[in-house]
């Protein structure tokens, strides 16, 4: 035991020689030269190193460097900084003075993926022909050649030509391969903007054994959490899987991918190219598309904001911080051919649900067409067929819907309408505007549509009881109706037609029909002072007792109605007199008429005859 414990000693004591001596015979300064004229060879890019070398012993054979440096051809700023770096070596290779590199580790890096970063071609380099492909791809001088590489408390700034600067804050990388090139990465930072954060954990695995011919790999698992201001009070979290796969030529496939969202799944693939043409092709699927816990449901307790939901979002943003105007003319989908394809075994959107739903739309670089966009909500059917163009500052929208038997009461919650109306609505029409919110719809949209409905309710009013009772007043109590404590008119059909102009809903051919009711009117909604002005002739055919003759009489009688004011304080008018006084002197001008036809041999015959001509 006593020569093993001295045989271990004589090997340490070695080892930490032959290592002291090491470190005094090497001089790691003497490798910058060769690091930097290595990497630029190599990549085309500049390394710079600051400072001294130094070497570290312990727990690992490294070299710290001060502050470093990496910039392309061409840019003005460099791609990546960092206050230190540490460059673990293997030590066999420095007996003979060549330095090998197994792991690569920056502290408080910033990495700048900006315009004013990328390879800057010089202004008097030739160009190539439209119709040739591009000379320098985008893997070219890189190759992932080192067993490990560690990035700690560092900034990723991300900017797309035009486009606004996006910080990725506290990045923790850490990425290795082993001999057979099997890499994998594990990474997690953070986005804080637009008074949202993002959290991204990410685990995956890479084969760069066919780089840069070909990329394949694996995202085991890819946890987010995004917070903040219009968002659904729980955020909005979640976890991404799905296989990659890249080629040289630039084209992609994502397959088996998995998306979770709050309580939504979606899965499908995603495919294409990000070469000159860019295509991409989108296919998802989702047993159930919860809109309302993504987007939430805007509660506001004036009455005057978007439906509330069981949803509602965190908050809005400060005025402040809300820009000006969103220039859609950066959005990505201005910048690819897509095809677009989504189905849904249910979906919920401002607490209506729909079933068996279907999208398909094809973009051309901002012009989207909606081939199909249909489903079914209970005994209903809905299709939106439409296209959107959002290829200029703001979006334009075009829509041809069609619904059959759609319940029209939640319909109306959803658009923040009152919720005056129930049954079962049909249309069919045309609607175009700018803006694609429910705010846009209501307040910037135009068109037209033929509406019906079915076993319709105005609920708040009785239409029978009111005519009735006004009746009863102004003829002494002749005639009565049937005493009621329903609220509300039921009218089996109603049908009428639709004009919308930027706010301003106006229904014209208005007719209704019941069982001892008919009506007919039109009127207009101010939808912004949530105030609506209609007139009808209302007649009530049935239900009266009394006098027969003038319970005959009201029963072929329209009577003028008014409903006007705050669509939550109505007020309503009745004149009920004048048609009734109408109705009966017509009928004593006849009665008198047939008298005189029946006398007119006699001079009385004659004198009414002739007094009811002149009058």
Known sequence: MRRLITTLAILLVVIVAGMTALVLLVNPNDFRTYMVNQVEQRSGYKLTLEGSLRWHVWPQLSILAGRMTLTAPGATEPMVSAENMRLDVHLLPLLSHQLSVKEVMLKGAIIRLTPQSKVQRPADAPVAPGNLPDTHPIDEGWKFDIASLQVADSLLIWQQPGGEQINFRDIALSMSQNEHQQAHIELSSRVNRDQRDLQLNLNADMNVADYPRQLTG????????????????????????????????QTFALDNLSLSANDTVLTGSLSGT??????????????????????GSVADNSGKGAATGENTVSGKRPVIADPVEFNHQDSLLNQFRMQIALSAQAMQWRNMT???????????????????????????????????????????????????????????????????LAGALTLDGTFSGMGLSVE????????????????????GLNFQQLVQRAVANNSSNRVQGAESDVDYTEINQLSANAQLNRGALKLEQLKGAAAILNLAGSGD???ARRQCDFTFQVT???????????????????IPMRIYGDWNALNYTLDVGRPLRQRLEDEARQRLRNWADNNQDKQRGKDVKQFLNSH
């Open 440 to 459: 846009d719809v209501k307040q910037r949209w135009k068109g037209s549509a033929k509406l019906s409905m079915n076993n319709a309710q105005l609920l």
């Open 525 to 527: 909604v101010d939808i």
């Open 274 to 295: 990000l070469a000159a043409a860019r295509t991409l092709n989108l296919n998802l699927q989702a047993a159930n598309l919860n809109l309302d816990a993504l987007l």
């Open 354 to 420: 729909f079933s068996n739903v279907t999208f398909a739309a094809y973009n051309q670089r901002g012009d989207i067409t909606i081939h199909q966009f249909s489903g079914n909500s209970q005994q209903g059917h809905f299709s939106l067929p439409g296209r959107l163009d959002i290829r200029d500052v703001e979006s334009r929208a075009t829509f041809t819907p069609s619904l059959q038997n759609i319940e029209i009461a939640p319909l109306l919650k959803a658009f923040d309408m009152p919720e005056s």
């Open 218 to 249: 694996v995202i085991n698992s890819l946890d987010y959490t995004l917070k903040g201001a219009d968002l659904p009070v729980q955020g909005v979290s979640g976890k991404l899987g799905v296989n990659a796969r890249w080629r040289e030529d």
């Open 540 to 558: 009530v055919t049935g239900g009266w007792r009394g006098d027969s003759e003038l319970a005959k009489t009201l029963s072929e009688t329209p």
